[in-house]
């Protein structure tokens, strides 16, 4: 990773306040990238637990890559940005990633069974506490060359996935908030004429935005706008078993 592990700790207890902000770093311009089983940035928190606390991260402007050809086979460029192994609890988190965790590409990109952003939150527990979460032109795929038979291929995999993963519980009504504003796209920023063939097979752009199988008691509000989009002028989709925007909470049992 070119970011891991800013804070490796047991516990965040007893109203600690963490502030992680970064901006302008990670990014990897280059002419070719192949990330296998890796990230560019990996858990920028990892810890136990989260308990009577408040969490703030700010990211801007990071964790990109510009590159005639990129390949991501199992990996990601933003992953698990907060690993907390066992519970959130009466605490307070706010994350903010914005113009982050995008991919610039002049000639072919391909995805396998990886995302450009997955989990931000990833813990097994979350009671009590007020969680938000803002993306804000993040987590796309933008094509920025002028060649003729460029290719974006997606297979079994995401632009954005599981922004929060949560194994067990998500209870004791306090509002959790989720904001995707002009993400997970699929677009070019120039005005070639040539024809990009899209191949996007067993994939979403915007997947499971939360991920629990029990929410309790809770307020959840999701607001999703100019997001999951290919706009690509001229493109050539070729699909199966494609969805722009799928399962935008997937849980088992919700009750109260």
Same mark, same amino acid.
């Not at 970064?22 to 990238?33: F, P, R, T």
């Not at 066992?86 to 002049?106: G, L, P, V």
């Given at each position: ?108 990109? $391909?995805? !396998?069974? =990886? /995302? +450009? %952003?997955? #989990? &931000? @939150? *990833? ?29 974006? $291929?997606? !297979?079994? =995999? /995401? +632009? %954005?996935? #599981? &922004? @929060? *993963? ?91």
């Amino acid at each position: 990773q070119l970011i891991d592990e800013i804070l490796d700790c047991g516990e965040i207890k007893n109203k600690s306040n963490i502030n992680i902000k970064i901006k302008d770093s990670a990014n990897a311009h280059v002419n070719s990238i192949n990330i296998v089983e890796g990230e560019l940035v990996d858990e920028l928190i990892d810890c136990l637990s989260i308990a009577d606390s408040s969490v703030e991260i700010k990211i801007s402007s990071s964790v990109s890559t510009s590159a005639n050809t990129i390949s991501i086979t199992e990996g990601e460029l933003l992953d698990e940005t907060m690993d907390v192994k066992n519970h959130i609890r009466n605490s307070k988190i706010d994350a903010t990633i914005t113009n982050s965790a995008n991919a610039f590409y002049s000639a072919t990109m $391909t995805i !396998t069974g =990886g /995302e +450009l %952003i997955d #989990e &931000i @939150i *990833d813990t097994n527990e979350i009671t009590n506490s007020k969680i938000e979460i803002k993306l804000t032109t993040s987590g796309c795929a933008s094509y920025i060359g002028n060649n003729a038979g460029h290719t974006f $291929t997606l !297979t079994n =995999g /995401e +632009l %954005i996935d #599981e &922004i @929060i *993963d949560c194994s067990n519980n998500i209870s004791d009504n306090n509002p959790i908030s989720i904001t995707v504003e002009n993400s997970a796209n699929l677009i070019t920023q120039n005005s070639s004429n040539h024809v990009p063939v899209l191949n996007i097979t067993n994939s979403q752009l915007l997947d499971e935005l939360v991920d629990c199988p029990n929410i309790n008691n809770n307020s959840i509000t999701v607001e999703i706008s100019s997001s999951g989009n290919i706009a690509l002028a001229n493109s050539i989709l070729n699909s199966s078993n494609m969805n722009l925007i799928e399962r935008i909470i997937d849980t088992e049992n919700t009750t109260k």
